[in-house]
């Protein structure tokens, strides 16, 4: 059993940064993709980004692509978002997602508002 915690989220102005931490229990997490993804009342859930296993691989979605960085530390079972030039189109439940074991577990999530 996987417990993902996110943490880090909270209200922020235009242009400001935030940096996400989720923080995984219950299963080392060295071998396994981490992601990060978002979601709006209404809307699907979005990948906005993911890291390989072991940190060298690294994909964006377009609309976050040079202001977001995702990183991990697998000696914290931790990965990060870090989120700079922050736009209202940013506001959302941020959540982080892992496959372990053909098994999906996501985080509580955490919200990230964008004020302008």
């Known amino acids: 059993q996987v417990q993902l915690v996110e943490s880090g989220g909270g209200l922020v102005q235009v242009g400001g940064s935030l940096r996400l931490s989720c923080a995984a229990s219950g299963s080392t997490l060295d071998d396994y993709a981490l992601g990060w993804y978002r979601q709006v009342p209404g809307k699907e859930r979005e990948l906005v980004a993911v890291i390989g296993y072991l940190g060298g691989t690294k994909n964006y979605v377009d609309s976050v692509k040079g202001r977001f960085t995702i990183s991990r530390d697998n000696a914290k079972n931790t990965v990060y978002l870090q989120m700079n030039s922050l736009k209202p189109e940013d506001t959302a439940v941020y959540y982080c997602?892992?496959?372990?074991?053909?098994?999906?577990?996501w985080g509580q999530g955490t919200q990230v508002t964008v004020s302008s």
């Open positions: 997602r892992v496959v372990v074991s053909g098994r999906i577990y």
